[in-house]
């Protein structure tokens, strides 16, 4: 841990995963142009990959390795920016701006935007089909996987409950239900496929099912504080918007002091997800701390 420079880490493998992506998605020229040209701006568009890195850094806490995983981190990164790109349709949050760029939507047009997120989800699919896999972990289990984080009793209820309580009042179990399925949902899903892909032992997943499931919490909680703190432009996203569109959040419930405990609470359980890995989880420890910490 000492040693660990994650900054430098991320890095590396952030530019695995975008040389990895630009194999697997079809080339910005093959027709018809425009999808692949929306599909490529918005996965390009300077993402923090952070769900790609939690694929790689579980794979190897449990000693498997980088090509095994690249699939799986491809393709929840499709999922993720899929998911992205509809949150901003002027239908659901009608945003402009995001990874620091004006959204799909604005760029290329609503029925281009959602035809883009349909593809990248479909990708995820293709992408996800094409992973190496054991006969503990076979494409069924991993396919599964992917589909039940991204569907509509996790990834989608998340998003129908968050769209249902703008405006209203609702309580912190509900505001819990609406983090566990739109954010912690695909963040465990990461993990728990990084394990997968390392053939990891079922003790391991569910240490990792534990821990992507706190690091998800700790995430939502620390992006409500950040959306009150931060501006648009650290952001690369409009800041403040859950205050205008009377949306729950962790802040507008418990204030920020006590949102900030909340997400400490959430990482010592991280944390405490990792023992069975006796300190070979580095990567892992390093992301729960920066997910505490970060502040964009
Ligand atoms: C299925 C349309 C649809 C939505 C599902 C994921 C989601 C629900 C909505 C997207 C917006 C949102 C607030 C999601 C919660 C998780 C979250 C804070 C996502 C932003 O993730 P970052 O910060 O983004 O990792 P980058 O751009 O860095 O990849």
């Not at 394990?195 to 990891?200: H, N, T």
């Amino acid at each position: 841990m000492r040693d660990f420079d994650l900054s430098k880490w991320l890095k590396a493998q952030s530019t695995e995963v975008d040389a990895a992506l630009n194999r697997f998605l079809p080339r910005a020229t093959a027709k018809p142009s425009t999808i692949h040209k929306a599909m490529r701006y918005s996965i390009f568009a300077g993402g923090k990959r952070m769900r790609p890195a939690l694929v790689l850094a579980a794979a190897e806490a449990c000693g498997g390795n980088q090509d095994a995983a690249m699939p799986l981190a491809c393709a929840v990164e499709c999922i993720h920016t899929y998911s992205l790109i509809h949150d901003d349709l002027p239908g659901m949050d009608n945003d402009d701006m995001r990874r620091g760029k004006p959204t799909n939507h604005k760029v290329f047009g609503e029925g281009m935007a959602i035809l883009a997120g349909d593809a990248l989800l479909t990708q995820a699919f293709e992408i996800a089909a094409q992973c190496e896999t054991s006969p503990r972990y076979p494409l069924k289990e991993v396919i599964l996987e992917i589909a039940r984080a991204s569907g509509s009793l996790q990834l989608i209820a998340g998003q129908v409950a968050d769209l249902e309580g703008e405006g209203q009042v609702i309580s912190r179990s509900q505001l819990r239900y609406i983090h566990e399925r739109k954010t912690s949902a695909l963040l465990a899903c990461s993990v728990r496929l990084g394990g997968m892909s390392a053939r990891c032992s079922p003790m391991q997943l569910q240490a990792l099912t534990e821990f992507g499931y706190n690091v998800g919490l700790v995430f939502q909680v620390i992006d409500d504080i950040l959306d009150v703190t931060q501006s648009s432009e650290t952001l690369g996203k409009t800041a403040g918007k859950d205050v205008k569109s009377g949306k729950a959040t962790y802040p507008s419930l418990i204030g920020l002091e006590a949102s900030r405990k909340v997400a400490t609470v959430f990482t010592r359980k991280a944390f405490e997800a990792l023992h069975p890995f006796r300190g070979r989880a580095i990567a892992l420890e390093s992301i729960a701390r920066y997910l505490l910490e970060r502040d964009r």
